[in-house]
């Protein structure tokens, strides 16, 4: 049929433009479902995996893949690694893909007690419910994680997170790395809280590194996002991707193209809440009513050494604790006018959270306590504002805690 032949509707709904040779400036977002072929032999060859290309939104997408390959290569960046990186619609998507395709069922992983309160419920009512144990531990023990890993050839995995909730402890990669490598076991790493700015996961050891994009990745806290990266091409390319392609763990187009621009200021926004949470950190560390404040920068933070060794700087986040418990917290947080309450973080805003009086209202004290969730305990996730606005806004507020 000549295209000159076409009705009204067929020219409404064919896509007629030739794309071919426009050379966009910024990353164009690939919206379609599928892509076509040039011809059926192209077709066959690219299903049948001969040939590279695209074939429905689902498997791969070119929007996604740009993002993912520039993720991948500032995770490598200096260490001479390169590694394969997918997309996730998620943090919990990429941590769960992480472990189900590292822990084959009737096997076990070896986790850190103090994670993410979404990783530790995955682990509980879901990994732990398809036929694979989880055990929570210690990772700061390393001869206890020796000991574990030695006596128990069923552990094919050890999951971390540093520095983690809420005290900001920090685990030693390098060395959970090394014992773990004797032992076969693979080491999956959530760089969250560090990025690849301030941390490089593959360096120190890691196999799999996996980020909630929606924090300081995109660090703008508009979209939820995942990645999930390995070192090892193989395993990555086959086991990861079928996964990720069966479970349809991706990314859509649209968020991952949110997330180009927000990685674009990564390294100007990291620096930036580096600085603030310094500043932030002596403040609150020299007023009267705070006991502890739980900052990796600080040299009275117990895992400074490990964080030194392994950091660039510091990051964002830090937590500290009031003298006063609860009522203190409730005051402290009736005074707060310039900080968001919001539960995230890694935004470019201030967000502060009082997890006694808010997300943790409900949850029993002695349950709360084992978690490292006191009374008195304040997260904050420092911004990239002017500094004396936050100071402000924060010293004011226990000022008038002391006044009380
Ligand atoms: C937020 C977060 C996650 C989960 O990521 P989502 O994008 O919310 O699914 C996992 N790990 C850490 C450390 C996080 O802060």
Avoid at 253 to 272: C, H, Q, Y
Wanted: aromatic share 8%.
């Amino acid at each position: 049929m000549k295209k000159a032949q076409y009705g009204f509707e067929s020219f409404a709904i064919k896509e007629t433009a030739d794309l071919s040779n426009i050379h966009s400036h910024s990353l164009p977002i690939f919206t379609s479902s599928a892509f076509e072929f040039e011809n059926l032999d192209e077709g066959i060859s690219i299903f049948s995996g001969q040939k590279e290309g695209y074939v429905y939104g689902r498997y791969g997408n070119p929007t996604l893949d740009a993002v993912a390959e520039k993720i991948a290569t500032l995770e490598g960046l200096g260490t001479g690694e390169h590694p394969k990186a997918f997309l996730t619609s998620s943090g919990m998507s990429a941590i769960y893909l992480a472990i189900i395709c590292s822990v084959d069922p009737g096997k076990k992983v070896l986790a850190q007690y103090n994670l993410y309160g979404g990783t530790t419920e995955l682990l509980q009512k879901v990994i732990a419910n398809q036929g694979r144990e989880v055990i929570f531990t210690d990772l700061k023990n390393l001869d206890r994680l020796e000991d574990s890993l030695k006596s128990d050839g069923d552990i094919s995995a050890v999951y971390l997170e540093t520095p983690s909730n809420p005290d900001l402890s920090c685990v030693d990669i390098a060395a959970v790395s090394s014992i773990a490598k004797k032992y076969d076991t693979r080491v999956i790493l959530d760089n969250t809280f560090a990025t690849p700015y301030l941390q490089k996961g593959f360096a120190l050891g890691a196999d799999l590194v996996i980020h909630s994009t929606t924090k300081y990745l995109n660090g703008n806290g508009n979209i939820i996002g995942g990645i999930i990266l390995g070192k090892d091409p193989e395993f990555m390319g086959t086991k990861v991707k079928e996964t990720y392609k069966l479970l349809g763990s991706m990314a859509s187009p649209f968020d991952s193209w949110v997330l180009n621009f927000g990685i674009k200021t990564l390294a100007l926004r990291m620096e930036k809440h580096c600085d603030n949470a310094e500043r932030l950190s002596l403040e609150l560390q020299r007023h009267p009513t705070v006991r502890k404040v739980n900052y990796p920068g600080l040299e009275s933070h117990p895992d400074h050494q490990i964080a030194k060794k392994q950091m660039a700087r510091f990051s964002g986040m830090l937590s500290f604790e009031l003298k006063d418990g609860l009522e203190a917290g409730r005051k402290m947080m009736s005074e707060i006018r310039f900080c968001s309450f919001a539960p995230t973080l890694g935004n470019v805003d201030t967000l502060i959270l009082h997890p006694a009086s808010s997300s943790h209202l409900r949850v029993p004290r002695d349950i709360r306590e084992h978690m490292g969730i006191t009374d008195g305990l304040v997260r904050i996730s420092v911004g990239i504002e002017t500094i004396d606005d936050i100071l402000d806004d924060i010293i004011t507020a226990l000022d008038k805690v002391q006044a009380k």
